[in-house]
């Protein structure tokens, strides 16, 4: 046998399957220059379209007069919401279960909004035509605070002023949208009330910006003749946007293709309809000619979907020796102009009720109020499952705040109150069951490689020099666990616009022995033509390499919800490999019967069927494949296909231990990054490299967000941040270096234990940054101080402490 | 972000772009780098029918440095500033603030002229050139004429120059002694929150001279002759250091943005000031 030991390696490396950290075969094309995005597309006689918005975040619309517009030569048409108004299309559906104003119907709600659409032969007239448009505005009092909305008379939503219910049940005011709720609220006020310890804090996870480096934009193309619409766009969801055109248009579903070519980044900003495509749609239909439109950076910033944006009120209560009894989190979720977040239908706070985190929290409750403010709309997922980032975030701080009621190490606080590795799978109380972890492990790991009393004894050595005014600058250990829930979902209960969270893979084997694979996700930069190869390696033994994976055509690839929430792999990779063994249980019983021997009696090995005890006598995958299609099998179709729609029975919980070092300069504001350790838990791992990268990404926007990211507002509701020079987007300058680390605790329900990795540094993140500073300061009384935490708003919390004095 | 429509002027010398500024008037401006101009006119700030692009023009390039005097073509770029060994010999401050000028790619477009001459407040190389107390030298259809660099700025954007004038060429004494150009910003690509340029000469283990200028602090670049004042015949202690820094501060009007409110940058420039005589000392 020895001598076989090497054969079988070298087999296994070829296929470059699990576990390899095999090259992203997409980065040839991207990076020369190569890739074929929705702005790359030019179709004959194309024309163009552009908006015509708001400069006022709350105004009456008084007039349009395009006359001037249309007058220019090369304008096509200008479209109102009078004009869509025939078609039943200036109100489009959200995710959310709310309306939202394709163009402005009577009023604008906020800055930037859609209020005509321009459609001319290129580009450069379409902008000359904007400015030739003109609308006048009666302006209104705006409303930029979710608080003061709450209490105003000023309706934002008079489509819906009398309504005093909504999509998630009863509106207690008009700018209200929604109070949702889980877990038991009298019991966790009961036990906080009577509680040792208790913590309380206002928790603010401030509004952003996913701002992927390609804005959204689409291509439709009605073609009369044949009656079909092509749309090209930056689709998260293709599949879902097929389905939605149809539905609005009313143009059957098998008429429409729905293509997403490579898309530049999407972070969740590319889940939801916008109304560029719903006015990119109308205009080809009118016309008769294929329509373009793409966002500019400012229009991204300022009408595309944001993210975040919660106010979280939690009280934490404790026994004297710091083991937690209750939770509660009362959040006010500033939603802007319309309810626009994408979450599955039944969660319109998301799965923010993960924010027990990782701890074994015996009762917690969540009420979460949705408000409407003179802000954009959106909510979406920015590389985090939905509304995760921000329950990680609360609990992360909550965490720290007890720590400091307490007086004990925030370390210790987070180990005593792990949930153990033998109570998974894990009930929640707030709903969850956690399919696995070991939280212990993974904490004492990173708590080592970091050297974590060697830390704490150098900061308190640096905080005595500062207080011997040897140096302005304070260090800070921020400390981060996070327990992620990805891989929506269960069609039982998750669902968009009815739609249940399935995904899919449709497998080919061609009769050499190569392959492609089809499936219902759609790649932003994760690489799934890399890893869903691996996967399919592993499971059906032909070379990743000789795997084409192909997603985003809708006329092609099965029906699937798309790429978000980490759910790819959960579902989709899951999907890949049931799909896979279908595969692998034909090409059994052509090895058997090519081998003369009954089906049980072969064995599959790496790249081959082997009969069992006989490991000479096989047939190799590429044969078998081979044999499907040239030869007549007693009893077998020929072909070697198969396809898989996997409802999966649990979501995934990835989890990680991540921990950040920093310099608070007091004077400057400045933070001055040593160092980040970034542990991550995501089961089963199929491709290192390509987690690694993932990880970097997500920890580059965590950084981005916890220390300068913000999309921020006036009192008029002006958008003070639409532009990259305020908007922060780091560059390899400002990024900080990355120690990366993992554990890998396979998950029980998946059929190869991943879980999804691609939203965790972000989850995990945001805390260990913001909590680095608030350690800085924590010496000097800081409990809470809201992100982001720039250069003046450090300076100012330390002038609030007094250290200027 | 797409502009509106323009005509493109890329004439071969400057007596060329002076006619064609003057024939279109307040519709023509010059373009050196673009830098500033082109996002002005992407967002519809700036509308500029006629662009008269200077690359074209030989004899707006070329650094000279002619025994003390050091000559610098307006079409210099960034980049060629940090790149010239014989420039970083005789004057490495104008180095040390260019490379904090943006990103690389900016600096290969961008021009001493250009961040002149444009009169944003922001830019660094105007409070470093009064530091360096440069001459600017001006040719319009009346002929040459030279202004100081510590006379040449009136409000943001307004500067001494005539509209029918262009900016040929910046010269200075090459500058003796220790030299500093300290900035702080949000980001790479950011305009400062503070920055300060200081050069100082000492005598033994006295300042002998002493000149501070300091960017985006106000609505112009601000040369502090106080400041500079307080440190001469010093040792360029710390109580030194602090007076001086109490001088600079008397002389900045900053506004608030999103960088942050007055208290902050008038903080942040007292620690900027304070690093940049520090730094300075340390290499006289």
């Known amino acids: 046998m020895n001598d076989l030991t090497p054969d079988r390696d070298d087999r296994v490396a070829k296929l470059k399957g699990l576990g390899c950290s095999r090259k992203r075969v997409e980065d040839a094309r991207f990076t020369q220059g190569k890739g074929n995005y929705v702005d790359d597309i030019k179709m004959p006689d194309m ?3 552009d908006f015509v918005r708001s400069p006022y975040a709350h105004a009456r619309v008084v007039s349009i007069d395009a006359s001037a517009a249309l007058a220019l030569d090369g304008v096509v048409a200008v479209l109102t919401a009078k004009d869509l108004e025939p078609l039943g299309l200036h109100w489009m559906p959200t995710l959310a279960g709310d309306k939202q104003m394709v163009l402005a119907d009577g009023k604008v709600l906020f800055q930037g909004q859609e209020v005509a659409y321009v459609v001319a032969r290129n580009r450069y007239v379409a902008a000359d035509a904007v400015e030739l448009v003109e609308v006048e505005y009666e302006e209104l009092e705006v409303l930029v605070d979710p608080f003061k909305a709450l209490q105003s008379d000023v309706t934002l939503r008079e489509d819906i002023a009398g309504e005093t219910s909504g999509a998630h049940g009863e509106r207690r005011h008009p700018n209200h949208i929604f109070l949702w709720e889980e877990g038991d609220k009298a019991a966790t006020e009961q036990v906080i009330d009577s509680a040792d310890v ?71 900003n590319k889940v939801g309809v916008y109304p560029g495509y719903v006015c990119s749609i109308v205009a080809s239909i009118v016309t008769g000619k294929p329509v373009k439109w793409v966002e500019d950076r400012m ?118 109150n792990f949930i153990r590795e033998d109570q998974f799978p894990y009930q929640s109380a707030l709903g969850w069951e956690y399919d696995s972890g070991d939280y212990h492990t993974a904490w004492d790991k990173a708590l080592a490689a970091v050297g974590y009393d060697g830390l704490r004894a150098e900061q308190a050595e640096q905080l005595a020099a500062f207080k011997r005014g040897e140096t302005r600058k304070l260090m800070g250990i921020g400390l981060s666990f996070f327990t992620e829930i990805v891989g929506a979902g269960p069609v039982k209960n998750c669902d968009i616009l009815g739609m249940g969270m399935f995904d899919s893979c449709e497998i080919r084997i061609h009769p050499t022995g190569s392959a492609i694979a089809r499936l219902g996700t759609i790649s932003q930069g994760q690489g799934h033509a890399t890893t869903f190869a691996q996967i399919l390696a592993s499971e059906i033994g032909i070379p990743a390499d000789s795997i084409t994976i192909e997603e985003g055509d809708t006329d092609t690839a099965p029906y699937g919800l798309g790429t978000y929430g980490s759910r790819s792999t959960p579902v989709a990779g899951a999907a890949t490999a049931l799909a896979g063994r279908k595969i692998r249980a034909k090409a059994q019983m052509i ?180 909590n680095a500073v608030h350690d800085a300061l924590r010496p000097f009384g800081l409990r809470q101080l809201h992100m982001p935490h720039d250069h003046w708003r450090i300076w100012k919390a330390a002038n609030d402490l007094g250290l200027h004095d | 972000m797409i502009p509106a429509a323009f005509e493109y002027h890329r004439p071969g010398d400057l007596s060329s772009a002076l006619a064609l500024l003057q024939e279109h008037g307040d519709d023509a401006r010059v373009i050196a780098g673009g830098h500033s101009l082109i996002p002005m006119m992407k967002l519809r700030m700036a509308e500029v029918p006629h662009l008269i692009d200077l690359q074209a023009i030989d004899a707006l390039r070329g650094i000279t440095i002619e025994g003390p005097r050091v000559t610098l073509g307006a079409m210099v770029t960034q980049h060629e500033v940090i790149a010239s060994d014989a420039l970083m010999a005789v004057a490495p401050i104008l180095g ?154 008397a002389d900045i009007d900053p506004t608030e943005d999103n960088r942050g409110p007055v208290a902050f940058k008038r903080h942040v420039a007292a620690t900027i000031i304070a690093r940049a005589i520090t730094r300075a000392w340390g290499r006289a």
């Open chain 1, 198 to 268: 208790v913590a309380e804090e206002m928790i603010y996870y401030h509004r952003t910006h996913p701002c992927p480096l390609e804005t959204c934009g689409c291509v439709a193309s009605m073609d009369k003749v044949n009656g079909k619409l092509t749309l090209y766009g930056t689709f998260q969801a293709p599949h879902v946007v097929r389905t939605v055109a149809s539905l609005l248009s009313g143009i059957e579903e098998h008429n429409i293709r729905v293509v997403s070519p490579d898309i530049g980044g999407g972070f969740g």
């Open chain 1, 47 to 49: 024309l163009h379209g």
């Open chain 1, 299 to 416: 229009d991204n910033l300022m009408a595309t979907a944001f993210a975040r944006d919660y106010w979280m009120k939690g009280r934490i209560s404790a026994t004297k020796d710091g083991k937690i009894t209750a939770l509660e989190a009362k959040v006010t979720a500033d939603h802007g102009a319309f309810d626009a977040c994408a979450d599955p239908t039944k969660f319109p706070a998301g799965f923010f009720h993960i924010c027990t985190g990782s701890y074994d929290i015996p009762v917690a409750y969540v009420g979460v109020d949705g408000v409407y403010t003179n802000k954009a709309p959106g909510g979406v997922a920015y590389r985090c499952s939905f509304r995760v980032t921000e329950a990680a975030y609360f609990i992360e701080r909550m965490i720290e705040v007890l720590a400091i009621e307490l007086g004990m190490d925030a370390a210790e606080l987070r180990r005593i």
């Open chain 2, 96 to 249: 040390e603030a260019a490379l904090q000028i943006a990103d690389p790619q900016v600096r290969y477009m961008g021009t001493i002229g250009g961040n002149l001459a444009n009169g944003d407040p922001g830019n660094d190389m105007p409070g470093l050139m009064q530091c360096l107390d440069a001459s600017f030298h001006l040719e319009g259809p009346e002929g040459a004429r030279s202004v100081m660099a510590r006379e040449f700025y009136e409000s943001a954007y307004m500067t001494a120059r005539a509209d029918d004038e262009i900016l040929t060429a910046i010269s200075f004494t090459a500058p003796r002694g220790g030299y500093a150009y300290e900035k702080q910003k949000r980001k790479i690509g950011d305009y400062a929150t503070a920055a300060a340029a200081v050069m100082l000469t000492r005598e033994g283990s006295t300042c002998a001279a002493a000149s501070i200028a300091m960017t985006n602090l106000s609505d112009v670049p601000v040369w502090s002759a106080a400041a500079g004042a307080v440190l001469v015949g010093t040792d360029v202690g710390k109580d030194a250091v602090k007076a001086a820094v109490a001088a600079a501060l």
């Open chain 1, 591 to 770: 090895a058997a019967y090519l081998l003369e021997v009954h089906d049980n009696d072969v064995e599959f090995d790496v790249d081959r069927f082997v009969v069992k005890g006989a490991p000479e006598r096989f047939k190799t995958m590429a044969e078998i494949a081979y044999a499907a299609y040239h030869q007549a099998i007693p009893g077998v179709e020929p072909g070697l296909e198969a396809v898989s729609y996997y409802d999966p029975p649990n979501m995934t919980y990835p989890f990680g231990a991540y921990i950040c070092v920093m310099d608070v300069d007091v004077d400057t504001g400045e933070a001055h990054i040593r160092q980040v350790y970034a542990l991550d838990d995501c089961g089963t791992r199929i491709n290192p490299m390509v987690i690694e990268g993932q990880v970097h990404g997500g920890l580059t926007e965590a950084y981005a967000i916890a220390m300068a990211q913000e999309m921020a507002y006036d009192d008029m509701g002006n958008c003070k941040t639409a532009t990259l020079m305020d908007f922060f987007l780091p560059t390899t300058w400002e990024t900080p270096h990355y120690t990366t680390d993992h554990t890998e605790t396979p998950s029980p329900h998946h059929p190869i234990g991943a879980k999804g990795v691609g939203e965790s540094p972000n989850v995990g993140g945001v805390p260990a940054f913001s």
